[in-house]
């Protein structure tokens, strides 16, 4: 599903105008879509009070009071300044034929249904004086709110407040979601978001172009991978997991556990003389492999048979790790194939000095590469791209351009983005997952679907969904170890969908 930013949703419109369908048209139609919902929320006899700006989004809101009034309901209209001679909004607010009161005197009562239509995609700065005000009365009065478009105050680009936000129960949009519906805060700040067609055709999407989605099967089913039934287990996708010594070998264990689960076919752990041995009494299915220097384990992955390697997890900040990983990106494709290499916690960390060797060494190397960080990893590579006065996507798609790799921004938000291309948003987050290790057993999961071939943008959106999946339908009490055991349920229930729609 595609996202919109405000600037690509005004082109939408502008494309739906230019092909016949005129503004007030749209203004009426998205009028009615709020109405929907206000009457499902209000019931029969709430006093409907609507706050309307001065641009379109306040257009919405005198549409809505036309339509509400000629019903006989209880309908009120507070407004900050007038909408512009000529404008769709002029017209609009020409259809409520009722007096509209000052922003200002807008006294919220508990009992109030209110309608936020301040402002939407048009937010040009912080909200202050009497908008500010008004939006303070609001959040503490209790009342019920049904927010059009964004709620106002709400970057519909960046989920962030700007001055202050309305917090809405309901928020009724039009066409396709924005960014700021899904990054925190604005995601908090939506309640439940209600998607209305109000007569824009998709046809559109074409001519816009946008590279922001909202993750979930429809961006990548159809890259799941099927294996064939002559296949063995090589050839369905081995991963290769590099552990730390004998005190932190947990994490790698994760990361393999979850990669098996996924689906690859052979998961060995390399790992040190004194782990390999304890990995040994902990493991069945996935094997073992020790090797003791940098350059032993570079020689056993240098024959090509594994497909995906997690660096990282539980491996041990320092120029160790630094050297091996770009040992691993320098290996020859011809001799060790086309490999896609997570990279995770521990290595994030060790290049925090020289982020552009690591960077230099993506963009030179035969293989594919994912960084996974979390906010805190994702500040030492990227200082500059780590202050939040852009938008989280950008500042991730700034990254991958940088660095030539699919980065995947951890958090409540998870953020998506390949090199000069898409931007996925991860919707289905829950709390659950910010326990210790889970972030190891995602990185487990991206390896698992890349090492099967799955493409590698598609692998990372995937894995962000199912992991998430897992973590609630777990529920409480989760840790990460039970993350891969709850991934066949997970699975089975998607493939299930699949069958359903076919
Ligand atoms: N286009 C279409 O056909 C359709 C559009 N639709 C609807 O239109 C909405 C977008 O409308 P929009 O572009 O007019 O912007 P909107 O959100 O009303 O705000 C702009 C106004 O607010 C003002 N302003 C901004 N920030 C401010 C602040 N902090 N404090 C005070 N003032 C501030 C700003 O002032 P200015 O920056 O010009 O000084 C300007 O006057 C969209 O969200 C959807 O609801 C639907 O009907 C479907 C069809
Ligand atoms: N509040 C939250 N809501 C949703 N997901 C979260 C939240 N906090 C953390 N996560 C997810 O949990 C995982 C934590 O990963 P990470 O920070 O690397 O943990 P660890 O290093 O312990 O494995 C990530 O996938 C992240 O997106
Ligand atoms: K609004």
């Known amino acids: 599903m595609h996202l919109l930013s405000t600037q690509d949703m005004a082109r939408a419109d502008r494309l739906t105008i230019e092909n016949g369908v005129a503004g007030a048209k749209l203004m009426w139609n998205a009028a009615e879509a709020v109405a929907d919902t206000v009457r499902k929320v209000a019931g029969p006899d709430r006093p409907i009070r609507i706050l309307c700006g001065p641009g379109n989004n306040g257009g919405d809101g005198y549409a809505l009071g036309a339509i509400l009034a000629s019903e006989w309901r209880d309908v ?152 064939k039934e002559e296949t063995h287990k090589y050839e369905r996708g081995a991963v290769a997991v590099l552990s730390g010594n004998r005190l932190s070998t947990g994490a790698s264990r994760l990361s393999a556990r979850a990669a098996a689960r996924m689906g690859a076919g052979a998961v060995t752990i390399i790992a040190p003389k004194e782990a390999a041995s304890i990995h040994a009494a902990h493991l069945t299915a996935i094997m073992v492999h020790q090797a003791e220097e940098a350059d032993e384990v570079i020689e056993r992955l240098s024959d090509g048979r594994e497909r995906a390697v997690v660096a990282g997890p539980g491996y041990g900040v320092g120029a160790p790790l630094c050297d091996m990983v770009l040992g691993l990106l320098a290996l020859d494709r011809r001799t060790c194939g086309h490999r896609t290499t997570v990279l995770d916690a521990d290595v994030l960390t060790s290049f925090r000095d020289e982020p552009d060797v690591l960077f230099a060494a993506i963009r030179n190397s035969d293989h594919r590469v994912v960084l996974t960080p979390h906010d805190g990893e994702f500040a030492r590579l990227f200082p500059d791209l780590s202050s939040n006065d852009r938008p989280k996507t950008v500042r991730v798609a700034d990254a991958a351009d940088r660095s030539g790799a699919v980065v995947l921004l951890k958090g409540a938000d998870t953020v998506i983005a390949e090199p000069k291309g898409r931007i996925a948003i991860n919707p289905n987050g829950t709390p659950l997952l910010a326990t210790a290790g889970s972030g190891d057993v995602l990185a487990g999961m991206i390896a698992g679907l890349c090492a099967q071939s799955m493409p590698v943008f598609e692998a990372c959106c995937a894995a962000a969904w199912c992991h998430a999946e897992a973590g609630s339908s777990f529920g409480p009490g989760l840790i990460a170890d039970d993350l891969p055991e709850q991934l066949p349920d997970v699975l089975r229930r998607l493939h299930q969908r699949e069958g359903d729609k076919e």
């Open 76 to 227: 009120t209209i507070f407004a900050l300044g007038e909408p512009a001679p000529g404008s769709d909004a002029s017209w609009a607010l020409s259809k409520w034929n009722c007096p509209v009161g000052d922003l200002s005197d807008y006294r919220p009562a508990h009992s109030d249904l209110i309608v936020d239509a301040l402002f939407g995609a048009g937010l040009s700065r912080p909200l202050d004086g009497q908008a500010a005000a008004v939006v303070e009365r609001v959040n503490s009065s209790g009342a019920c709110v049904v927010a059009i478009d964004v709620p106002s105050g709400i970057g519909g680009d960046d989920g962030r407040i700007h001055g202050a936000a309305v917090r809405a129960d309901h928020t009724v949009t039009f066409f396709r979601g924005k960014p700021g519906h899904w990054l925190y805060p604005g995601r908090a700040h939506r309640g439940e978001l209600h998607l209305k067609d109000i007569g824009i055709d998709d046809s559109v999407l074409n001519g816009i172009g946008s590279r922001f989605r909202l993750n979930g099967p429809l961006l990548w089913n159809s890259e799941w991978p099927k294996p």
